[in-house]
């Protein structure tokens, strides 16, 4: 097929999808002038939602977006350059610069799959250590828009001061964080674009949450946060409209009219997309993520504090074992074990016993590579929609927008 003709496929691809949520009563919202699918991938790292995923999502309509911790590892040349760091002077500096020239490669690819079409986004965590750097080539290699979680992004309007144009979206999960998050940036001149509402109790990944026992807290409900959200905006007299994503156990087409139905705009989802074709991990990787059920899933404090969804894995069985150890003795900082400390606060590294006591990126790098022994691979809760099958985009987005199960490709 020539570069014509796929393109011509892909629009008519769109439309069908536009066509069947309209026929299924759901509405298409608006971001920076766009009308969007009310469809958002969520960021996963490391390197599991790059060009490949984004690109396809957007380029049907919807939002895609790019998770920029540690891209490089997408990327041999880079790899090659900086996969030996360790103990050299300037190894953090050298892994830095390697991951925001990913980065920006990743962006201009998943810009190039979409081809002006729906969103390309930017998942940056404000838990990282080069947070502001993520954020400032994001907006300079031209993603559409930032997705910032893993704490309050009290600093992004300044950020982005330079790039009017590019949406502003943080993920919070209850009312009280909108709220403290909107009169902030009030003060500085912007409000956010949309604002994530992610659930911890259906997420997967890092949650939302103080602790572990929190995670099943009422509050966090969207029939609770999304009402509670809305009428904060009119008593505050908010004049425009701010879009809510609801994100988390989400699956079909009556999950969103409901959500809908309660004031939401559109969804999230994480691990439905990570076990699509396009995803960028390895074939491996969608395997452990599709074939986990309820019961292999494990919730535990992570590296960074925040409490955190995963399957159980052997090396994830015998860390949690030996986890009360390893935090009983953990009162000594230590070196990053991958040179570039990827967090800005790390239990590991900085020797705090609250936090978990393993390296996230390590871990999540050995999921990248589909290393169901090794791997750390965070999972949402909720049911996939094809079961064990890893499907494309394109029948996922068939599915959550027309209730339509595309027959198996052979």
């Not at 502003?168 to 509402?197: M, N, T």
């Not at 879009?243 to 004031?263: N, T, V």
């Not at 052997?314 to 990053?336: F, G, S």
Request: with cysteine.
């Amino acid at each position: 097929m020539d570069k014509s003709s796929a393109t011509d496929d892909a629009v008519a691809r769109a439309a069908e999808l536009r066509a069947l949520a309209s026929q299924g009563g759901l509405r298409t919202w608006r971001l920076r002038g766009r009308e969007l699918l009310p469809v958002v991938q969520g960021g996963m790292g490391v390197g599991v939602s790059a060009a490949s995923l984004a690109g396809t999502v957007a380029g049907l309509g919807g939002v895609g977006t790019v998770s920029s911790v540690d891209l490089r590892r997408l990327h041999p040349d880079l790899m090659a350059r900086t996969g030996h760091l360790d103990k050299e002077a300037d190894a953090r500096e050298r892994i830095d610069a390697a991951n925001l020239i990913a980065l920006d490669r990743e962006i201009r690819g998943a810009k190039a799959i979409a081809h002006g079409r729906g969103l390309v986004a930017v998942n940056v965590m404000k838990a990282l250590s080069a947070y502001e750097m993520y954020v400032r080539q994001a907006l300079q290699s031209g993603a559409d828009a930032v997705v910032v979680g893993a704490g309050l992004p009290l600093d992004l309007p300044e950020l982005a001061r330079d790039h009017p144009d590019a949406a502003l979206i943080p993920i919070l999960s209850d009312a009280r964080g909108v709220q403290l998050l909107v009169r902030k940036w009030e003060k500085k001149g912007r409000l956010p674009d949309a604002i994530v509402i992610e659930h911890p109790r259906l997420a997967g990944g890092h949650l939302g949450a103080a602790k572990v026992d929190d995670l099943r807290d009422t509050r966090f409900d969207f029939e609770v946060v999304i009402p509670q959200v809305l009428e904060f905006f009119r008593a505050a007299g908010i004049e425009r409209e701010i879009p809510l994503i609801a994100a988390g156990g989400i699956g079909s087409r009556d999950d969103i009219l409901r959500l809908q139905g309660l004031g939401a705009s559109a969804v999230q989802l994480g691990t439905a997309f990570a076990v699509t074709l396009e995803c960028d991990a390895d074939a491996g990787f969608k395997r452990v993520l599709a074939e986990a059920g309820p019961e292999d899933l494990v919730e535990f404090v992570s590296v960074a504090g925040l409490p955190a969804r995963a399957v159980r894995t052997p090396w994830l069985d015998k860390y949690l074992r030996l986890e009360p150890r390893l935090k009983a003795v953990a009162h000594v900082k230590k070196k990053c074990n991958m040179a570039f400390d990827c967090l800005a606060h790390c239990g590991l590294r900085d020797g705090k016993g609250e936090m978990g006591q393993f390296c996230i990126d390590q871990q999540l790098g050995h999921a990248l590579d589909g290393d169901a022994q090794k791997g750390l691979f965070f999972r949402g809760a909720g049911v996939l929609p094809f079961g064990q099958q890893i499907r494309p985009v394109q029948d996922l987005m068939m599915w959550l927008l027309g209730g339509v199960r595309p027959a198996l490709a052979v």
